[in-house]
């Protein structure tokens, strides 16, 4: 779907699923190394085979959450011209472990859009990631964007 189809899309509308992803033990070390999150429910694949309740590492709850540019951009194309910015996140929900090793996808809805000034809307889009294989959602999410133009390049100075 086209960043202009989502300005003209009715609310309520699916706009698209992104294609699975794999979250392996590497990205989550390196999500950990960025966060400094180095809780062994994610790090440690023996001990959290041993002592978590998950049959091995999972990853972070935010990883999940990070993930959802990414698969976002698979979806959704911004217009030409324009650029779009994270605003804010309501209501997320973790709903239930990633797995190291499973693989995701996000799947997204249109749930409101309000032109908010010239050439300036806020898209509010319903996320939810979807782990292969299981009933329940990762995570459930509304996320809000701001679609603008960009700010004008200023002349040089000569």
Do not use: C, Y
Not at 119 to 143: F, H, T, Y
Request: hydrophobic share 50%; charged share 20%.
């Amino acid at each position: 779907m086209s960043g202009l189809d989502l300005l003209a899309v009715a609310p309520g509308t699916e706009l698209g699923v992104s294609a699975w992803r794999t979250i392996d033990q590497g990205r989550v070390d390196l999500f950990a190394a960025a966060t400094d999150d180095h809780q062994f429910i994610h790090v440690d694949p023996v001990r959290a085979a041993a002592e978590a309740p998950f049959g091995g590492t999972i990853a972070h709850g935010f990883l999940t959450l990070s993930l959802l540019t990414a698969l976002g951009s698979e979806v959704i194309v911004t217009p030409p011209g324009r650029i779009a910015v994270n605003f804010a996140i309501d209501g997320v929900r973790f709903q239930a472990p990633v797995r190291t090793g499973a693989r995701v996808r996000a799947r997204f809805t249109l749930v409101a859009r309000s032109n908010i000034g010239p050439d300036r809307w806020a898209v509010k889009l319903g996320v939810r990631l979807e782990v292969e294989g299981e009933e329940r959602p990762a995570l459930i999410v509304s996320a809000l964007t701001l679609i603008v133009e960009p700010m004008p390049t200023p002349p040089a100075a000569g």
